[in-house]
């Protein structure tokens, strides 16, 4: 196969591949399975996924990148190599190009760490661009444009926002907040309510299937399995949306503050810009309902989740990569 270059979302809970001409072609979990014996890698992805919480004590699954960046070097390098290995195919002619789109705050010695993986999984040349400006791309925002454009991209590990001008970011922050604090957050709060200890699976599943930023007009509700704590027994138990937004507040509050000292550091002629065109959002977590809301209320500026904002990211890695010589101020490091 001919195809030479790459473009991956490399997130705390999912990781995505994009290749040009074919779009995203692999959307799997960051999840490895390792032996605990002799440290092999046993499987990656969906397959990995499906064994959190249930594996025997020989057997670890675990998330090798942890708020957006390397948490385990010789595990992320495993799982981009099957990642590149699964989206080309087994033979190959050439080494590809890979572009891996990073927290915009990451600092010099993790984004050296995401080159040096990416070139351990087979990479001929590892090109590393900061996630708010791909996600902008991937929005189809024109970023080249003099004039602003505020984006909010919420993933697993972080959430990112910055306001863009000129192809390169003007003001920005970034806080290790998103879906995978939710989660820990209510299952938390659901412990300590109702007694009730659950997994991180079903905290996922009821945040996406009742969960609300805003407390809802007419709550929705959902049956949970999970252990009594006082018992330790198997016990149901019936939960709202309003029981998720309570749970996750806090979160929520730190993702509204860094909205807001951005906005705070952006330049008065950018301001007006944003103010005309509003806060656009991308990334999974931007998915909980009424969360664009909540963003309006707080900051007073209209906002609108991006179409596909799941792979916003992604399409952004990839369209970059295919018009290296337009966004090459955007890019931070080639190897």
């Keep these: 196969m001919l195809i030479k270059k790459i473009g991956i979302d490399l997130g705390t809970t999912n990781s995505l591949v994009y290749l040009p001409k074919r779009g995203i072609v692999i959307n799997e979990p960051s999840v490895v399975a390792v032996s605990s014996v002799d440290r092999k890698i046993l499987a990656v992805g969906v397959e990995a996924k499906e ?157 996406i299937e009742i969960g609300s930023a805003m407390y809802m007009a007419e709550p929705l509700s959902e049956e949970i399995r999970g252990r009594d704590t006082l018992t330790g027994l198997p016990r149901i138990l019936k939960v709202t949306s309003d029981d998720i937004t309570e749970a996750i507040q806090s979160e929520l509050e730190g993702i509204v503050q860094a909205v807001k000292e951005v906005l705070h550091k952006t330049p008065p002629e950018l301001s007006a810009d944003v103010i005309d065109k509003g806060i656009i959002m991308s990334g999974g977590s931007s998915l909980l309902r009424n969360f664009d809301q909540l963003i309006v209320k707080a900051t007073g500026v209209s906002a609108y989740v991006a179409d596909d904002a799941i792979f916003c990211v992604a399409k952004g890695t990839g369209i970059a990569l295919e018009n290296l010589e337009s966004y090459k101020r955007s890019i931070l490091s080639i190897k």
């Design 51 to 207: 064994m959190l919480g249930r594996t025997p004590d020989t057997i670890i699954a675990v998330r090798p990148m942890k708020d957006g960046v390397i948490a385990d070097y010789k595990t992320t390098a495993a799982m981009l190599r099957y990642f590149v290995n699964k989206a080309l195919g087994g033979v190959r002619l050439f080494r590809p190009e890979v572009m891996v789109a990073v927290p915009a705050g990451i600092t010099s010695v993790e984004r050296r760490a995401v080159i040096d993986a990416t070139i351990a999984a087979g990479a001929k040349a590892a090109y590393i661009i900061k996630e708010p400006i791909v996600a902008a791309i991937g929005a189809d925002i024109p970023i080249g444009s003099p004039s602003g454009h505020m984006i909010i991209d919420i993933g697993g590990g972080t959430s990112e926002m910055a306001v863009i001008s000129l192809g390169g970011i003007v003001s920005s922050t970034s806080v290790k907040i998103g879906g995978n604090r939710f989660d820990l957050a209510i299952a938390e709060y659901i412990r300590r309510k109702y007694n009730l200890a659950i997994g991180e699976r079903t905290a996922e599943r009821i945040k």
